[in-house]
């Protein structure tokens, strides 16, 4: 079960696990340079967050799933989000997805989704 929530898990929804194949980037904040000799030169702060980006996909979601999703999505906008993916591991940042991607299947009673999220491991 995958679950997004504010506070605490009573205010959030519960959707199924998303699609296989959802995509995972690591972001390492450094900084890369070329020095006035050519050498080139990184620089990361150990006290610099790994944030970590991920993409996920729903299909067959039915008419309340996609509800309950676009409605915590449009509430919950730019705020911290913590969500407990489907390998039980909890992640805290922000839905960074600009607009809810949202396809009706062909049959008119499900829908595909797609979500960005920004964040680090609790």
């Known amino acids: 079960m995958f679950q ?30 070329d020095s006035r000799g050519g050498e080139h030169l990184a620089f990361k702060d150990a006290t ?3 944030n970590e980006l991920f993409s ?29 993916d489907h390998n039980d591991d909890e992640w805290v940042g922000v839905l960074s997805t600009d607009t809810l991607d949202i396809r009706i299947l062909e049959s008119g009673c499900s829908y595909t989704v797609a979500l960005d999220f920004i964040g680090a491991k609790v």
């Open 4 to 33: 997004m929530y504010i506070s605490a898990p009573t205010d959030g929804i519960a959707l199924p696990d998303p699609e296989i194949g959802d995509i995972r980037r690591i972001e390492t904040n450094v900084i890369n340079r």
């Open 48 to 50: 610099w967050p790994n």
């Open 56 to 84: 996920w996909s729903w299909a067959l979601l039915n008419d309340t799933e996609k509800s309950a999703l676009e409605t915590f999505f449009i509430t919950n906008a730019g705020l911290e989000v913590t969500i407990v």
